[in-house]
Every structure is written in C-alpha cells, then in structure tokens.
C-alpha cells in the first residue's frame, strides 16, 4: 500500500483532481471538506502527508496547521500548502505555523507530484 495523504478543501473540484493525481501516482488519499473535519479524521487515522487549503469555513489551514502540529507524533509530517494566496506574508505566516510548502492554485498536476514526490517519497 502507498503512502496516506490527507487532502483539506473546501472545493470538491479541487478535491477530486488532488484524488485523481495522487492516486493516480500510487499514494492512498482521504479527503476534508475543512479543517474540523480533517482534525475529526486526524484522529482516528495515521497520515504520512498532509495537503491542505488556507482559506476554508469552521477552520482554516494555518489553525489546521497549528493544530496538527501541537500532535508530537505529526511533528514531521510533511504539510503542503494549496492555496490562491502567494503574498510573502501569506507563505511567512504559514511557514510559522509549521507548513513545509505552498503551491499556488492553479496547479498543474505535474507540479504537485514533484513537491508531494520531493517531501512524501513513495
């Protein structure tokens, strides 16, 4: 089995190419419509990587991030950033937060799976 990777946006558009990339690549991927419930799925479940959006309803992903984080056992999980956001305070306050990186929607697949690939390695 691949590596789990949990996806976090509030668009089931974005959700859905994240499955299809991510599976399509060999990783095992659960989806969050928010934050809340991807702390709801975080835990019951392990992860090995986590791809989440900044702007969402109920929790957004740097209260997302803070709250993975604060888990000592996902101290090192890999978090990506998905976001329309690029300003540099924007990446500063995710990096505080614990993020490992940030990719600017829109994305092409291509450019996901190096980062994921990079961070996650199959």
């Avoid at 809340?36 to 835990?43: N, T």
């Avoid at 604060?70 to 998905?82: C, D, E, S, V």
């Amino acid at each position: 089995m691949g590596k789990r990777v949990m996806t976090v946006d509030d668009s089931a558009t974005v959700r859905q190419v994240l499955h299809m990339t991510l599976e399509g690549a060999g990783y095992e991927v659960v989806q969050a419509v928010d934050g809340e419930d991807a702390l709801g799925k975080l835990s019951k479940e392990s992860f090995d990587m986590l791809v989440t959006d900044l702007n969402m309803p109920k929790l957004d992903g740097i209260g997302l991030i803070k709250v993975v984080r604060q888990n000592p056992g996902n101290r090192f999980m890999p978090i990506i950033m998905l976001t329309t956001e690029s300003q540099p305070e924007k990446k500063q306050e995710g990096k505080a937060a614990g993020a490992s990186g940030w990719i600017v929607k829109p994305f092409k697949p291509e450019q996901l799976l190096a980062v994921v690939r990079m961070v996650c390695p199959l």
